[in-house]
């Protein structure tokens, strides 16, 4: 009885743990997150979320003064994004930012479609301007369907259409050694698939931005 009751104290209390741990990152301002995610909390935080792109971007966090540097040129890069597709949701995560194209910010996709519309290459403009602005940083973009089809060929087009953005944005003059495309298929859905409205949102690409090893460099030159 004893042993039972001591596993489910410590089960509570991992749950505990990561809950205060998760708010806490979530609670900070963005320099703070630039300051005091370091590399091996990063890392833990990042295989509990499960490698998308918040824990991707955790788990790359720099931490420390540098970090911190990092985190305040983030946050110009991310309200000169907002700014460029007030649709988008734009968030700073660790020293990085996610972005999640979808129905508001015209970067979507029809059923069984990689091509991008008008729309969408408006809004892929907008924010390649962004991108030329502030060349030191890694774009990992990811692609995601919704349920329609076989999950093989989800996982296809959803690297199509993650392709689509990259290749867009290339032409537009983003260099293609910033870029890292993964393809998740139907795997990681936002919304109900059981929905037409919630399938045309999981109909989307996400992209990540974090430091390159410029940006990372230079940051603990100034820091030191």
């Known amino acids: 009885m004893k042993k039972s009751t001591s596993?489910?104290?410590a089960i509570a209390l991992m749950f505990s743990l990561s809950?205060?741990?998760?708010?806490?990152?979530?609670?900070?301002?963005?320099t703070q997150k630039g300051a005091g995610v370091g590399v091996a909390g990063g890392a833990l935080i990042g295989g509990l979320i499960g490698?998308?792109?918040?824990?991707?971007?955790?788990?790359?966090?720099?931490?420390?003064?540098a970090g911190?540097?990092?985190?305040?040129?983030?946050?110009k890069q991310a309200d000169k994004i907002e700014e460029a597709l007030p649709g988008a949701e734009v968030k700073r995560v660790g020293e990085g930012i996610q972005v999640v194209f979808?129905?508001?910010?015209?970067?979507?996709?029809?059923?069984?479609?990689?091509?991008?519309?008008?729309k969408a290459k408006e809004n892929l403009d907008a924010i390649?301007?962004?991108?030329?602005?502030?060349?030191?940083t890694n774009l990992l973009v990811e692609g995601?369907?919704?349920?329609?089809?076989?999950?093989?060929?989800?996982?296809?087009?959803?690297?199509?259409?993650?392709?689509?953005?990259?290749?867009?944005?290339?032409?537009?003059?983003?260099?293609?050694?910033?870029?890292?495309v993964t393809a998740y298929g139907e795997t990681r859905p936002r919304f109900d698939n059981t929905t037409?409205?919630?399938?045309?949102?999981?109909?989307r690409v996400e992209i990540g931005v974090s430091a390159n090893k410029d940006m990372i460099e230079d940051a603990k030159a100034q820091a030191n």
């Open 196 to 203: 037409e409205e919630g399938r045309s949102k999981n109909r």
């Open 102 to 118: 979808d129905e508001n910010s015209g970067v979507t996709f029809a059923t069984n479609k990689a091509e991008l519309t008008t």
């Open 7 to 9: 596993i489910l104290i």
């Open 51 to 65: 490698g998308n792109i918040t824990g991707a971007l955790i788990g790359a966090a720099v931490g420390g003064a």
């Open 128 to 136: 390649a301007d962004v991108f030329l602005e502030f060349p030191d």
């Open 144 to 180: 995601h369907t919704d349920s329609t089809g076989s999950e093989d060929y989800n996982m296809t087009l959803s690297e199509k259409r993650a392709q689509s953005v990259v290749s867009y944005l290339q032409n537009k003059g983003v260099t293609s050694n910033r870029f890292e």
């Open 68 to 75: 911190g540097l990092i985190g305040n040129s983030m946050d």
């Open 19 to 30: 809950f205060v741990s998760c708010n806490a990152i979530k609670n900070a301002n963005s």
